[in-house]
C-alpha cells in the first residue's frame, strides 16, 4: 500500500506565507510525478501545482508567481512554498503522486486526505 501524509495547513492572514509538505510511504519502486490540487467548499477540484521526476513544473495561472512548487529528490518529500497568500486561495489542499509501485507494475496516482489552508482577509 502507498499512503501520502501531508502536513503544514493553518490559518494566515492574507499577504503571508506556508509551507505544504508530502511525504510518500509504502511499496513504490519510482515515481512519475507528483503535486498539488485544491477543492473550495462547492468548487470542483482543480489543479494547483505538479513536478516530475526528472524536475519539470507545471502551475495553475492563478498561484504563478506566488507557489512553488518543490521535491528534495525524486522520490520524496515534495513541498509547496506559497507567498502572498489571498482569500480566494482557501480550499482543502491535497498531495497526489503518479506512481509505478513496483517494477512491472503499471502506473497508478494516489491521493492524500488533504490539509485545510484558510486565508483570512
Known amino acids: 500500500q502507498v499512503q501520502l501524509v501531508e502536513s503544514g495547513g493553518g490559518l494566515v492572514q492574507a499577504g503571508g506565507s506556508l509551507r505544504l509538505s508530502c511525504a510518500a510511504s509504502?511499496?513504490?519502486?519510482?515515481?512519475?510525478?507528483m503535486g498539488w490540487y485544491r477543492q473550495a467548499p462547492g468548487k470542483q477540484r482543480e489543479l494547483v501545482a505538479t513536478?516530475?521526476?526528472?524536475?519539470?513544473?507545471n502551475y495553475a495561472d492563478s498561484v504563478k508567481g506566488r507557489f512553488t512548487i518543490s521535491r528534495d529528490s525524486a522520490k520524496n518529500p515534495v513541498y509547496l512554498q506559497m507567498n502572498n497568500l489571498k482569500p480566494e486561495d482557501t480550499a482543502v489542499y491535497f498531495c497526489?503522486?503518479?506512481?509505478?509501485?513496483?517494477?512491472?507494475?503499471?502506473?497508478?496516482?494516489?491521493w492524500g486526505q488533504g490539509t485545510q489552508v484558510t486565508v483570512s482577509s
Open positions: 497526489t503522486a503518479n506512481l509505478f509501485p513496483y517494477l512491472g507494475s503499471s502506473p497508478y496516482d494516489y
Open positions: 513536478i516530475t521526476s526528472g524536475g519539470s513544473t
Open positions: 509504502g511499496s513504490i519502486f519510482s515515481i512519475n510525478a
